[in-house]
């Protein structure tokens, strides 16, 4: 099997209720797929689907990575470990020996900001975005092919965030890690992935794919902004996420000329079918 | 090593917050003193008399031999009931059937008197020790059952969940995540479960055995000797109180660490 995730027209109902319904997302190696959706539109349960926590009731779901990593909407760190010894969780389960275990787990949780005092201390005892950071130090210490990230810096302020998303670049450039992550930010979603997946509600669909042409690395934030604000004018965003719709088109602003990127068929404006990447000014 | 240290040095402040205990019991021990005076030694001997007669008791060597057979009839009995439950108890808890299916019966022996099954176990086992062991055993046991049942399933489906993504082996679920939850819920119930043993193996043995403290109890009731019998409860309350506020208390505090913390950090 190919290290890839390959999922299609894959459907879930909890009990009578379906909740997604034939979803369609290819995720290679060393690729980022970022999902947006409104709140309870289906989100977790896809990822808890790819994870192996939840059964496949329809389609076919194929994972070919052989390390996945979690992250989950909640940190869930053990209450009776110290930080640590949670961030060495996977590690241990590898049966890697513990003065090592503990060592890179420290190396892990520095990286993500934690200190030796926060690293010594009971997760009740971190503030709610150092939990964060302590599950994302979890799932990265595994050196995983495959991340599944469930809003995973919802709870930090932007200076961490943008320092997180450095990381998690990093990460991806050394060990060719696939990423799927789920965020209520558009921005952030746009300044990480190569294919940006937005979903409605009820039953959970994806309405619009966008494939970001630029790799992450090299996006400016300039590049990012406009594309984000580009995004929120689509029409399938919008109703997605029930907002009002874009005014009437007026191409370009700011001086500036938003071309549609990859894959970006039905978009608002009707500019030329140029398929250089992402924007000219 | 750490357990030993932290439990020494634990002792001094534990003592201290103990101030409020011991002045209730200087208060219980005026109270027996007054009601001695209105009634008089024969029914109720003065405090003094009583722990002259333990002291005693202990100084001429006949205590210690009578705590020892009892303690090792209660131990005996309360170390079955506690292997017994607590592996019966996590293995139905982990199962839903299971739990389902035990808590009935586990009511049932947690309805019936002890001195049913006391007089079942003389009708079974004679006057050996048998007699006291067995019924200990059965009068603990649904009460660890229960604490390691209720333990079992009270864990998080979330951190179940952590679990099986991060794909823990069999040995690491049992020890990092089954156990340290369910140690909060089985300590309780072991405490219980050491005092239900020392009251039910005294029982046992006043009605059924020719030695240990409950047998020294008949002896000094057939002859009317209350500051004896008084001095032998009261060498059975002590020898519980000790063991459960010095040795077991701290052990539990050490052991939930993590959970003293939360308390503390909630009160700062
Ligand atoms: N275990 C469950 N049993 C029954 N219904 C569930 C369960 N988990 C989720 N649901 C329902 O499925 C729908 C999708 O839930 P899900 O958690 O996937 O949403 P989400 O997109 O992650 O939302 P959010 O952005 O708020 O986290 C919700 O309507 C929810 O009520
Ligand atoms: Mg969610």
Known sequence: MTRALAIHGLGHAYALRTVLEDIDLELPAGRTVALVGPSGCGKTTLLHLCAGLLTVQKGTLENGFLRPAVMFQQPRLLPWKTTRDNIALGLKALGVPAGERLARAGAVGRSVGLDELALGQFPHALSGGMQSRAALARALALAPDLLLMDEPFSALDIGLKSQLHRLLLEHQAAHGLAVLMITHDLMEAVRLADTLLVMAAEPGRIVHRVELATPARRRGDAEVYQTTARLLQHPAVCASFGLEPPAPAENGTGGCTVLPLHGDSDAGCAAPALRKKGFSC | ?268
């Open chain 2, 1 to 268: 090593m750490t357990l030993l240290r932290a439990w020494l040095t634990g002792i001094p402040a534990y003592l201290w917050s103990g101030w409020g205990a011991i002045a209730s019991l200087f208060l219980l021990l005026a109270a027996w003193e007054g009601a001695s005076a209105v009634h008089g030694a024969l029914i109720l001997p003065d405090p003094g008399t009583v722990f002259a007669t333990l002291a005693g008791l202990v100084d001429s060597g006949a205590a210690w031999p009578e705590l020892a057979v009892t303690a090792r009839r209660a131990a005996t009995g309360l170390a079955l009931a506690i292997a017994a439950g607590s592996t019966l108890g996590m293995l139905a808890g982990i199962s839903m059937t299971a739990s389902m299916m035990s808590r009935p019966l586990v009511t049932v022996l947690l309805g019936t008197p002890p001195i049913a099954w006391l007089v079942l176990a003389m009708l079974w086992f004679g006057a050996s020790d048998g007699t006291p062991v067995f019924t200990v055993f059965i009068a603990c046991f649904p009460v660890i059952f229960v604490g390691a049942l209720q333990g079992t399933r009270t864990l998080d489906g979330h951190l179940r969940e952590v679990a099986t993504v991060y794909r823990l082996p069999l040995r690491m679920k049992l020890f990092d995540l089954y156990l340290p939850h369910v140690v909060s819920y089985l300590f309780p119930a072991w405490i219980t479960a050491l005092g239900t043993s020392w009251k039910v193996v005294v029982m046992a043995e006043l009605l059924s055995s020719a030695d240990g403290v409950g047998a020294a109890l008949a002896v000094s009731r057939s002859h009317l000797d209350t500051a004896a019998t008084l001095a032998w409860i009261a060498a059975v309350v002590l020898t519980l109180l000790t063991v459960e506020y010095l040795l077991l208390e701290p052990v539990k505090r050490e052991l939930e660490g993590w959970r003293r913390q939360e308390t503390e950090g909630g009160a700062a």
